[in-house]
């Protein structure tokens, strides 16, 4: 069983060290920006091509989930992936007026920040060497950040409702409807808080447990 095992583990270490590379580079690209012109002035053109690249990709996360290589489930990482994927595909991406707002900066460094510790934290744990002040930060630097991130993300979507509002995004699609995207985004912004109060608490559930476990064995 574990030689079987031995292909998933370098599937997974392989898949999370991509990622991890992936948004070190995000991550540069944007402060390089910030850097060179004193400005949150091109956070999109700098760094959003490959953000939305790494984004796509990790809808595998949820594939992972759902054929049971990783005991995540489906429904958090679903929820998750969804919420950035709607945030990225049609504010971020497809709204260029909202493009250049603190906002989106803000969002931007708080996913880079919370991925570039994430990925490498779950590549190194599938070998076995993840330190100990790894597992810390996983589990620590997400409280301040989460709440960041998701802030940037509803403060950026409610920049851009007028703008959604008059493009009518994907109006053939909803003509047959009694309703547009627009008021389906409206509705989802008035959820997505509850909804990410749910992987909220169960990331806090998820530190309570692994560093009570780090504790209990330094006792030892």
């Not at 939305?52 to 995540?72: K, R």
Request: aromatic residues 18%; contains cysteine.
């Amino acid at each position: 069983m574990a030689h079987q095992r031995q292909p998933i583990k370098l599937y997974l270490f392989g898949y999370n060290s991509l990622q991890a590379a992936g948004w070190i580079v995000a991550i540069f690209m944007l402060l390089s920006n910030l850097l060179s012109t004193k400005s949150i002035a091109g956070t999109f053109a700098s760094a959003g091509e490959i953000i939305w690249i790494l984004q796509t990709a990790a809808f595998l996360e949820v594939v992972h989930g759902a054929v049971g290589i990783l005991p995540s489930g489906v429904w958090l990482p679903f929820m998750q992936w969804c919420g950035r994927t709607l945030f990225f595909l049609v504010t971020a991406r497809e709204i260029v007026q909202v493009q250049d707002h603190p906002s989106l900066f803000i969002t931007f460094l708080a996913w880079c920040l919370i991925e570039v510790i994430r990925y490498p934290f779950y590549a190194l744990n599938t070998i076995g060497a993840c330190p100990p002040w790894l597992t810390y930060l996983r589990y620590t630097m997400f409280i301040p950040l989460y709440p960041i991130g998701v802030l940037g993300e509803m403060l950026l979507l409610y920049q851009a409702f007028p703008y959604m509002k008059e493009k009518n995004i994907f109006a053939n699609f909803f003509a047959i409807l009694p309703f547009s995207y627009y008021n389906v985004v409206q509705v989802i912004f008035v959820m997505y808080p509850f909804a990410w109060i749910k992987l909220y608490s169960h990331m806090l559930k998820q530190r309570g447990s692994k560093l009570g476990k780090r504790q209990e064995k330094k006792k030892k």
